[in-house]
C-alpha cells in the first residue's frame, strides 16, 4: 500500500508560482509511475502531467505545456509540479496519483490507470 501526502497550494495572483508536493509512504517510490491531475468546480477531473519511474519520460496537458513542470526524486520518495505563469482558469484541486509500471518508461495519462491517489491540495489563481 502506497501513502500518497500532497502539499503545497494556496492562493496566488495570476502570473505568479507555485509548487505542489506530493511524498510517498514505503521504500517502493521508484517503482511507480506519478502523475497530477486537476478537478475545477464544476467539471470532471482531468490530466495534467505525468513522469515515469526514473524521470526519463513525462506528459503535460495542452493546456499546461511550458507552464508547468513535473520532476521527482527518488531518493525523497517525492513528485513535484511547478506551476508558473498561472491563469485563473488554473484554479482546481490538484491531486498526484501513482501506478506499480514494471515498463521503466510508461508514464500513463488516463486516470483510470492509477492505483493511488493523494488528499488533493486547492490551487486558486486571481485575476
Known amino acids: 500500500q502506497v501513502q500518497l501526502i500532497q502539499s503545497g497550494g494556496g492562493l496566488v495572483q495570476a502570473g505568479g508560482s507555485l509548487r505542489l508536493s506530493c511524498a510517498a509512504s514505503g521504500r517502493t517510490f521508484s517503482s511507480f509511475a506519478m502523475g497530477w491531475f486537476r478537478q475545477a468546480p464544476g467539471k470532471e477531473r482531468e490530466f495534467v502531467a505525468a513522469i515515469s519511474r526514473g524521470g526519463g519520460r513525462y506528459y503535460y496537458a495542452d493546456a499546461v505545456k511550458g507552464r508547468f513542470t513535473i520532476s521527482r526524486d527518488n531518493a525523497k520518495n517525492t513528485v513535484y509540479l511547478q506551476l508558473n505563469s498561472l491563469k485563473p482558469e488554473d484554479t482546481a484541486i490538484y491531486y498526484c496519483?501513482?501506478?506499480?509500471?514494471?515498463?521503466?518508461?510508461?508514464?500513463?495519462?488516463?486516470?483510470?490507470?492509477?492505483?493511488?491517489w493523494g488528499q488533493g491540495t486547492q490551487v486558486t489563481v486571481s485575476s
Open positions: 496519483a501513482a501506478v506499480s509500471c514494471s515498463d521503466y518508461m510508461c508514464a500513463p495519462r488516463e486516470e483510470m490507470r492509477y492505483e493511488h
